[in-house]
């Protein structure tokens, strides 16, 4: 798993390995990083040019360092310095020294339409509300050049830990970041700035706490997608029970068990008013459309998905909330819990809520440009864990644990996709794994399976639950032409 850091995080850690290095060497080590990156990008270093937009802090010192190596390997390049008299000494002593050309910011245009690579040093961790204006001009000057865009440590203008952008930010397409990946670069408009994340080691690892917030790679999420052995049976893998859609609008119901058996095909009841559609649909899933509690032993739940919002609707969230057994809960049924939240309130098995912003601001939280903090605010006050969908989607749960998932395209942000989601969390719930786990990984392979389709053109929920074991497939690292049976 990949460990979040928050700026004050590094900041204490760097305080610790600072105290036992000699001085300057944390920042060499950034800078050499910084500048071996540059190299790989640009393919050559005699030749190239290369424009610094370097403000006064650390950050900028990064900027000078790196640029100095590359000055020193026969690229042409040009520091453009926020503020001249505070830029960071050893640094642009470097940089000097090394050939660097150093203009004001007002002079830098003909340096930006040159250049084959811009590195952002105006702020890293230590930028904080919206970029001045000087230096938002200058970075809406990059932008308007042809050059790769390579952020130092954190894109300027993004807020390290929230992924918040107020204003004008730099829109880079590599981001180079030191000791450890800040939030900011993965969640909310901070992820659409930073374009590639690189880490470069720089020693903090020994200093950092543990992590409050992860992304998963395949490997972990594979890791909690354990395959059938040679003892289960239909029933323990884990059997999940799904309420959703109705008679007249079956598609949710039928979205959400195909998805359910696509993940863990164990065994999927249903129980709802959509039974016919999913029984055309899924001859494989056991079908009732009696109550929840007609069919038949469950593992977890799944509720809410095009169920509607009528008394009966209510009636049946509050059965399947009464159980003891994990639920998720979608769509209809957020809009009743934001009404009455009570019903999921600290419930003995966990709960599960997926919203999306509009649902996620019914219950009166935003959520705002902080979105792993929303979430873990939702999550804490209704003891549940909380999977709010975006770009990046937020896992939080009531203590604190989040996931920001990695997985994704634009394309999933068509209808029904969410029903998609329910049905995998719902299989994962089944199979008792930890809810919050449950939920990052069922983002994880969702937003895979989003990709799998998407590349064949642009996609619809049906096409998610088709290319669903595909997708898994690779999460596994399952190369598709090798039988998985086959010990290869
Ligand atoms: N502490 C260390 O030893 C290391 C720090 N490193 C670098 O140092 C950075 C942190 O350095 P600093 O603490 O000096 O802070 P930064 O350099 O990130 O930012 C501080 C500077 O930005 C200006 N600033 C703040 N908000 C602004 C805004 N909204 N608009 C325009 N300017 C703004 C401040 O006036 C100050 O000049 C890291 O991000 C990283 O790049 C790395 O060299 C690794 C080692
Ligand atoms: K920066």
């Given at each position: 798993?990949?460990?979040?850091?928050?700026?004050?995080?590094?900041?204490?850690?760097?305080?610790?390995?600072?105290?036992?290095?000699?001085?300057?060497?944390?920042?060499?080590?950034?800078?050499?990083?910084?500048?071996?990156?540059?190299?790989?990008?640009?393919?050559?270093?005699?030749?190239?040019?290369?424009?610094?937009?370097?403000?006064?802090?650390?950050?900028?010192?990064?900027?000078?360092?790196?640029?100095?190596?590359?000055?020193?390997?026969?690229?042409?390049?040009?520091?453009?310095?926020?503020?001249?008299?505070?830029?960071?000494?050893?640094?642009?002593?470097?940089?000097?020294?090394?050939?660097?050309?150093?203009?004001?910011?007002?002079?830098?245009?003909?340096?930006?339409?040159?250049?084959?690579?811009?590195?952002?040093?105006?702020?890293?961790?230590?930028?904080?509300?919206?970029?001045?204006?000087?230096?938002?001009?200058?970075?809406?000057?990059?932008?308007?050049?042809?050059?790769?865009?390579?952020?130092?440590?954190?894109?300027?203008?993004?807020?390290?830990?929230?992924?918040?952008?107020?204003?004008?930010?730099?829109?880079?397409?590599?981001?180079?970041?030191?000791?450890?990946?800040?939030?900011?670069?993965?969640?909310?408009?901070?992820?659409?700035?930073?374009?590639?994340?690189?880490?470069?080691?720089?020693?903090?690892?020994?200093?950092?706490?543990?992590?409050?917030?992860?992304?998963?790679?395949?490997?972990?999420?594979?890791?909690?997608?354990?395959?059938?052995?040679?003892?289960?049976?239909?029933?323990?893998?884990?059997?999940?029970?799904?309420?959703?859609?109705?008679?007249?609008?079956?598609?949710?119901?039928?979205?959400?068990?195909?998805?359910?058996?696509?993940?863990?095909?164990?065994?999927?009841?249903?129980?709802?008013?959509?039974?016919?559609?999913?029984?055309?649909?899924?001859?494989?899933?056991?079908?009732?459309?009696?109550?929840?509690?007609?069919?038949?032993?469950?593992?977890?739940?799944?509720?809410?998905?095009?169920?509607?919002?009528?008394?009966?609707?209510?009636?049946?969230?509050?059965?399947?909330?009464?159980?003891?057994?994990?639920?998720?809960?979608?769509?209809?049924?957020?809009?009743?819990?934001?009404?009455?939240?009570?019903?999921?309130?600290?419930?003995?098995?966990?709960?599960?809520?997926?919203?999306?912003?509009?649902?996620?601001?019914?219950?009166?939280?935003?959520?705002?440009?902080?979105?792993?903090?929303?979430?873990?605010?939702?999550?804490?006050?209704?003891?549940?864990?909380?999977?709010?969908?975006?770009?990046?989607?937020?896992?939080?749960?009531?203590?604190?644990?989040?996931?920001?998932?990695?997985?994704?395209?634009?394309?999933?942000?068509?209808?029904?996709?969410?029903?998609?989601?329910?049905?995998?969390?719902?299989?994962?719930?089944?199979?008792?794994l930890p809810a919050v786990e449950a939920a990052a990984v069922a983002a994880h392979v969702h937003g895979r399976a989003g990709q799998v389709a998407a590349a064949r053109g642009p996609l619809i929920a049906g096409d998610l639950v088709r290319h669903l074991p595909e997708a898994i497939s690779r999460v596994r690292g399952v190369r598709p032409d090798r039988l998985p049976d086959s010990g290869a």
């Amino acid at each position: 798993m990949i460990g979040l850091f928050t700026a004050a995080e590094i900041r204490a850690a760097e305080a610790r390995l600072l105290a036992a290095l000699p001085d300057g060497a944390l920042m060499q080590r950034a800078a050499t990083g910084l500048a071996t990156v540059c190299l790989r990008l640009l393919g050559r270093s005699y030749g190239a040019r290369v424009t610094l937009l370097v403000g006064a802090g650390n950050n900028g010192g990064d900027a000078l360092f790196a640029g100095a190596r590359l000055a020193s390997r026969g690229t042409q390049v040009t520091a453009a310095l926020l503020a001249p008299e505070r830029a960071h000494e050893a640094g642009l002593t470097a940089f000097r020294r090394a050939g660097g050309r150093v203009v004001a910011p007002e002079a830098a245009g003909p340096a930006l339409e040159r250049a084959d690579l811009v590195l952002d040093g105006i702020t890293g961790i230590g930028g904080s509300g919206g970029l001045r204006p000087d230096a938002a001009a200058l970075v809406d000057r990059a932008a308007a050049g042809p050059a790769l865009m390579v952020a130092v440590d954190v894109p300027s203008g993004v807020d390290a830990d929230t992924g918040a952008v107020d204003g004008a930010a730099f829109a880079a397409t590599h981001t180079v970041t030191f000791g450890a990946v800040k939030p900011g670069l993965v969640v909310g408009q901070g992820r659409g700035h930073a374009g590639e994340v690189h880490l470069i080691g720089i020693g903090l690892d020994e200093h950092l706490p543990a992590p409050a917030a992860w992304q998963l790679t395949d490997a972990d999420a594979a890791a909690r997608l354990p395959l059938p052995d040679a003892d289960d049976d239909k029933y323990t893998q884990g059997v999940v029970g799904i309420v959703a859609g109705s008679a007249t609008y079956p598609g949710a119901g039928v979205l959400c068990t195909g998805a359910a058996l696509r993940t863990r095909p164990g065994l999927v009841r249903y129980a709802g008013t959509a039974a016919d559609g999913v029984r055309a649909a899924w001859p494989e899933a056991i079908v009732t459309d009696g109550r929840p509690g007609d069919a038949g032993r469950v593992q977890a739940w799944v509720v809410g998905p095009g169920m509607g919002t009528d008394d009966d609707a209510r009636s049946v969230l509050a059965e399947v909330l009464a159980t003891d057994l994990p639920v998720l809960a979608d769509a209809d049924a957020l809009t009743m819990l934001a009404r009455e939240p009570d019903l999921a309130r600290n419930r003995p098995a966990p709960t599960v809520l997926t919203p999306h912003d509009r649902e996620f601001a019914r219950f009166g939280y935003g959520p705002g440009s902080d979105r792993i903090g929303a979430a873990r605010r939702l999550a804490a006050d209704l003891g549940a864990v909380v999977l709010l969908k975006g770009e990046a989607t937020v896992v939080a749960d009531p203590g604190g644990t989040a996931f920001v998932n990695a997985t994704g395209t634009p394309w999933l942000a068509t209808a029904g996709t969410g029903d998609v989601l329910s049905g995998i969390t719902g299989a994962l719930l089944a199979t008792g794994l930890p809810a919050v786990e449950a939920a990052a990984v069922a983002a994880h392979v969702h937003g895979r399976a989003g990709q799998v389709a998407a590349a064949r053109g642009p996609l619809i929920a049906g096409d998610l639950v088709r290319h669903l074991p595909e997708a898994i497939s690779r999460v596994r690292g399952v190369r598709p032409d090798r039988l998985p049976d086959s010990g290869a």
